[in-house]
């Protein structure tokens, strides 16, 4: 597997099964990959070529709301890429979707959609909170999502 960096922070390997969700990264949306056979519609994250349930290979892209939780989140010590340890500390948060739980993705909480890693005090985050997402472009000009606390 290749590793895309941009000013030391790792960027995105786009494959083909998954260009279309970073598309419609850049067009502000995320879409979550489901299977388009009659009577399935299973959601599938990431993205694959064939349904696991039906094993279809027909697929659609289905608009999330972009809301969610942190459903597990680390704060890395020591950062082991030296651009990250510029940064720390931060966090990496894994976000289970509200309108699909059993989808998760993995991103960082920040204060605003192109703020730095370490932006959020870190004791603001907790198992649970609600969060929604953010775009922002990498050093690469890719869309990647990002997650913002939602006010309680």
Known sequence: MSENTSGGL?????DDDGAPFWEYAAQGELRVQACAAPGCGALRFPPRPCCPHCHSFDSAWRRMSGKGRIWSYVLPHPPLLPAYAVQAPYNAVVVELADAPHIRLVGNVVA?????????????????AKVQVAFTEDADGRAVPR??????
């Open 10 to 14: 790792l960027s995105p390997v786009v």
């Open 112 to 128: 605003r959609p192109d703020a730095a890693l370490d932006s959020v005090d870190p004791a603001r985050l907790r198992i649970g």
């Open 147 to 152: 997650w913002l606390l939602e006010r309680s």
